[in-house]
């Protein structure tokens, strides 16, 4: 409550934040919120083994850095008319004068790059030593779950989607950012009309669902 209490001051006070700084507020709101609560679903403690291993830690970072990319994409529009800028678009944005595809596409290479490090840790994990306790394997695969679980709610949700959504099937599509899509599941905080974006922006290899 702490973490989202300090998030929900950022957003009221307006304030310009850099990455490592968002990065930072969101990794609390999130992963420290809810990895211990997939520790209490398994009845483990890992507690001890995320002292032993520091890769264990480090793959609770990664998922919650995917989260907050996969969602920050999805949930742009949404939180763009509800007046909500916590989101990393708007930090993009910024750096970049204002391109949203651009934005958009470097949101999607660091999701990949999150994952490509993930995939590497766990198949790591799994061939060593640590890969024979079982409670670290189920957790190390409710992970990967988490992810692709993530993912998924996105693609279906008429939070970000709009009411009577229903997801087709293509992870390939285009979003479109403007007052002329079905409304989101939100009530709205009026805005000017030249800060909505323009134009669709293509979400195309943003994000990979998980095979496992």
């Given at each position: 409550?702490?973490?989202?209490?300090a998030e929900?001051?950022?957003?009221?006070?307006?304030?310009?934040l850099?990455?490592?700084?968002?990065?930072?507020?969101?990794h609390r709101?999130i992963?420290?919120?809810c990895?211990p609560l997939?520790?209490f679903?398994?009845?483990t403690?890992?507690?001890?083994?995320?002292d032993?291993?520091?890769e264990?830690?480090?793959?609770?970072?990664?998922?919650?850095?995917?989260?907050i990319?996969?969602?920050?994409?999805f949930s742009y529009?949404k939180?763009?008319?509800?007046?909500?800028?916590?989101?990393?678009?708007?930090?993009?944005?910024?750096?970049?004068?204002?391109?949203?595809?651009?934005?958009?596409?470097?949101?999607?290479?660091?999701v990949?790059?999150?994952?490509t490090?993930?995939?590497?840790?766990?198949?790591?994990?799994?061939?060593g030593?640590?890969g024979?306790?079982?409670s670290?394997r189920?957790?190390?695969d409710a992970l990967e779950a988490?992810i692709a679980?993530?993912l998924?709610?996105s693609y279906?949700?008429p939070?970000y989607n709009?009411r009577?959504?229903?997801?087709?099937?293509?992870?390939?599509?285009?979003?479109?950012?403007t007052p002329?899509?079905?409304s989101?599941?939100?009530?709205p905080t009026?805005?000017p009309?030249?800060?909505?974006?323009?134009?669709?922006?293509?979400?195309?290899n943003?994000?990979l669902?998980?095979?496992?």
């Amino acid at each position: 409550m702490d973490a989202c209490h300090a998030e929900r001051g950022l957003i009221d006070s307006r304030a310009v934040l850099d990455l490592p700084t968002y990065e930072y507020h969101r990794h609390r709101s999130i992963g420290e919120c809810c990895l211990p609560l997939l520790e209490f679903a398994l009845d483990t403690d890992l507690t001890d083994r995320l002292d032993e291993l520091p890769e264990l830690r480090r793959l609770n970072v990664l998922v919650a850095r995917h989260w907050i990319g996969v969602n920050d994409v999805f949930s742009y529009r949404k939180e763009l008319y509800s007046g909500d800028t916590m989101n990393e678009i708007h930090l993009a944005l910024a750096d970049n004068g204002g391109n949203l595809q651009a934005a958009v596409d470097r949101i999607a290479a660091i999701v990949h790059r999150v994952e490509t490090e993930f995939d590497n840790l766990t198949t790591t994990l799994r061939a060593g030593a640590a890969g024979q306790d079982s409670s670290l394997r189920a957790y190390l695969d409710a992970l990967e779950a988490m992810i692709a679980g993530n993912l998924e709610w996105s693609y279906l949700t008429p939070r970000y989607n709009g009411r009577g959504h229903t997801w087709n099937g293509q992870k390939d599509t285009t979003a479109i950012l403007t007052p002329t899509a079905p409304s989101t599941c939100h009530t709205p905080t009026p805005r000017p009309r030249h800060q909505w974006p323009p134009t669709p922006i293509e979400l195309a290899n943003t994000a990979l669902p998980r095979t496992g």
